[in-house]
């Protein structure tokens, strides 16, 4: 499909089985999409454009924080400031890239004077610019001095998806083990003032599992199937207790208040539980991924800022002077900085 001068409010948006080719620009608030490949000769503005091939933008992208480009193959612009692309085989900007957020399971290339200020970058292979951050500006008011930064944060070796699946769950783990020791002090303490329906040795075992809360310690030195077997044991004492409660129908007395609140916060201290185990099983598959890449690799040709947060498989580093050329990578566990060379970069 050919598409003679721009998509705007008078083309309307466009939509193709095919491959798509459009002579002007996209303007704001239109989208263009197809199943095959897209490729513009003008600028996209903060306009949407998705393809199941590869994206070419001749000119730019200027997306004022709404215009994204999504593809199924590979991205190239001329520049982008303001937007995101998010590409599957990899992405290739002519000159800039600014305030934007780049996502790619494979490299990111900024070609000519390569500069890379603000945004994210999150990509499952290499980096390579010219310069990288920004050495920010001081501004002054009422007798005080700020200096500004732009933050830069890099993120390699993984994919995209993975990595976000990593970042998101590492709140629900802090959440959830922040629930599980809440209801383990309600447990304990309930436990410590006595609760006539519940046996010496029931209490005891109760007392030791909520002692060994399924948090990230205990996890990492039981074992998983450990960790299970003791949530299990947890749930069958909550199921005699669930069965011994008095029905709905009758009017509870104290003591059955309180047998009832051990169940409550035994119930919470299961959920919880059980809610670790499946964050950390979802964290594992993350780290033995297949597609974890610990020999990617930030390539700076000319200059590294100061502030610039770089991130190559799970670890993490911030550089904390401005550098000249240097090809960040992985030694052991940490991040290392080498002096830029044309034969080291061939390496990488």
């Known amino acids: 499909m050919l598409v003679e001068g721009d998509i705007d409010v008078r083309s309307g948006d466009v939509e193709a089985d095919g491959d798509v080719v459009v002579r002007g620009d996209v303007r704001s608030g239109r989208s263009v999409s197809a199943k095959g490949s897209i490729t513009i000769h003008g600028v996209v503005e903060a306009a949407t454009v998705v393809a199941g091939g590869d994206v070419s933008v001749q000119c730019g992208v200027a997306g004022r924080d709404r215009g994204s480009i999504t593809a199924q193959g590979k991205v190239a612009v001329g520049y982008v400031n303001e937007a995101k692309l998010d590409a599957k085989a990899e992405i290739v900007i002519g000159s800039s890239a600014m305030n934007s957020t780049l996502l790619t399971d494979g490299d990111v290339v900024i070609e000519g004077e390569g500069v890379l200020v603000g945004g994210l970058v999150m990509a499952g292979g290499n980096l390579t610019a010219g310069r990288v951050g920004h050495k920010g500006v001081d501004l002054w008011g009422e007798g005080v001095s700020k200096h500004i930064v732009q933050r830069t944060a890099i993120m390699l070796g993984l994919p995209p998806t993975l990595r976000k699946r990593l970042m998101e769950s590492r709140p629900r783990l802090t959440l959830a083990e922040r629930a599980g020791r809440a209801a383990a002090r309600n447990v304990l303490y309930l436990l410590s003032c006595g609760v006539p329906d519940v046996d010496k040795a029931t209490s005891e075992r109760l007392v030791f599992l909520a002692k060994a809360p399924v948090s990230e310690a205990f996890l990492l030195s039981k074992g998983a199937k450990t ?92 550089v904390e002077q401005e550098m000249g050329g240097a090809i960040f990578k992985l030694a052991g566990d940490e991040i290392v900085a080498e002096p830029w060379t044309e034969k080291a970069v061939a390496e990488v």
């Not at 299990?232 to 003591?255: F, H, M, N, Q, W």
């Not at 499946?278 to 594992?284: Q, S, W």
């Open 227 to 318: 960790a299970a077997a003791l949530n299990e044991e947890l749930r069958t004492i909550l199921a005699d207790i669930v069965a011994e409660l008095p029905s709905p129908s009758k009017a509870p007395t104290g003591t059955h208040l309180t047998f009832a609140d051990l169940g409550l916060h035994l119930y919470h201290l299961f959920t919880a539980n059980d809610l670790v185990m499946e964050v950390h099983k979802d964290i594992e598959a993350v780290l033995s991924s297949s597609k974890l890449n610990k020999s990617a690799a930030l390539c700076v040709r000319d200059t590294v800022y100061k502030g610039v947060e770089v991130t190559i498989g799970f670890t993490e580093m911030v």
